[in-house]
């Protein structure tokens, strides 16, 4: 009998827990860096949660995604590159510090954002879409030329759209860095890479002339209007 109770007692601690708005769930999320018509290369970066460190890594991301000569001619602008990298086990953060070289710039860019509160709710938020489900888990950090940066709420590539637009702004330019004043971007860093660049791309952008810094927000504000709207059936 006592054997009994017990076991009741155990039970019910464990669907109460289950319950409390306070239990924290594992919430499944990945992050992705990368331009709209730009090479970056993501450098560094870092997420925190209540002021702690909780993720870091080094030249993980960035790109631009394909047919980036079809997209200068045809002005076709949309975050591209990054493929998402996992974050197995780390909590979701409230803030992030994210550092890109822009090789159309040739600069290197620092983003520090916070994270909205509600964010994890956010990323757990599932919809069906036809006979699929799909979550937007995938947080995507974009920097244009000019320094114009935004954070994007992204799904996982099984429909759910459109992208969620987190934060925007233009970045700061990295200037204490001490590896970039004993061997500076262009000069002594990434010179055969900008070449490359320049050789590809460098007579397109002439001819094509793009929009630099907060230019790029209606652009990319109407980008996301067009997007399908599929997140119409949220999964409770």
């Given at each position: 009998?006592?054997?009994?109770?017990?076991?009741?007692?155990?039970?019910?601690?464990?669907?109460?827990?289950?319950?409390?708005?306070?239990?924290?769930?594992?919430?499944?999320?990945?992050?992705?860096?990368?331009?709209?018509?730009?090479?970056?290369?993501?450098?560094?970066?870092?997420?925190?949660?209540?002021?702690?460190?909780?993720?870091?890594?080094?030249?993980?991301?960035?790109?631009?995604?394909?047919?980036?000569?079809?997209?200068?001619?045809?002005?076709?602008?949309?975050?591209?590159?990054?493929?998402?990298?996992?974050?197995?086990?780390?909590?979701?953060?409230?803030?992030?510090?994210?550092?890109?070289?822009?090789?159309?710039?040739?600069?290197r860019y620092r983003i520090t954002v916070d994270l909205?509160?509600?964010?994890?709710?956010?990323?757990?938020?599932?919809?069906?879409?036809?006979?699929?489900?799909?979550?937007?888990?995938?947080?995507?950090?974009?920097?244009?030329?000019?320094?114009?940066?935004?954070?994007?709420?992204?799904?996982?590539?099984?429909?759910?759209?459109?992208?969620?637009?987190?934060?925007?702004?233009?970045?700061?330019?990295?200037?204490?860095?001490?590896?970039?004043?004993?061997?500076?971007?262009?000069?002594?860093?990434?010179?055969?890479?900008?070449?490359?660049?320049?050789?590809?791309?460098?007579?397109?952008?002439?001819?094509?002339?793009?929009?630099?810094?907060?230019?790029?927000?209606?652009?990319?504000?109407?980008?996301?209007?067009?997007?399908?709207?599929?997140?119409?059936?949220?999964?409770?």
């Amino acid at each position: 009998m006592f054997r009994y109770l017990i076991m009741v007692v155990g039970l019910c601690i464990s669907l109460a827990a289950c319950s409390s708005p306070h239990v924290r769930t594992p919430v499944n999320w990945r992050y992705g860096t990368g331009s709209n018509i730009d090479i970056t290369n993501n450098t560094r970066t870092e997420f925190y949660r209540g002021g702690k460190l909780i993720y870091a890594d080094r030249e993980a991301g960035g790109g631009a995604g394909g047919l980036l000569s079809d997209r200068i001619t045809g002005k076709r602008y949309y975050w591209a590159g990054g493929g998402g990298l996992p974050t197995e086990g780390v909590v979701v953060p409230d803030k992030a510090v994210i550092e890109m070289v822009s090789l159309y710039d040739r600069k290197r860019y620092r983003i520090t954002v916070d994270l909205p509160a509600n964010l994890a709710q956010q990323m757990q938020q599932r919809y069906q879409i036809g006979e699929r489900l799909d979550q937007r888990n995938r947080l995507y950090f974009g920097l244009a030329p000019g320094g114009y940066y935004e954070v994007v709420l992204m799904g996982r590539g099984l429909g759910v759209s459109p992208d969620l637009l987190l934060a925007r702004g233009i970045a700061e330019e990295v200037t204490d860095n001490w590896y970039d004043k004993k061997f500076p971007i262009g000069v002594s860093q990434y010179t055969v890479t900008l070449q490359n660049f320049d050789k590809e791309y460098g007579e397109l952008f002439k001819q094509h002339p793009i929009p630099l810094g907060m230019d790029w927000a209606p652009l990319m504000d109407a980008y996301r209007a067009n997007q399908p709207k599929t997140d119409q059936q949220p999964v409770k």
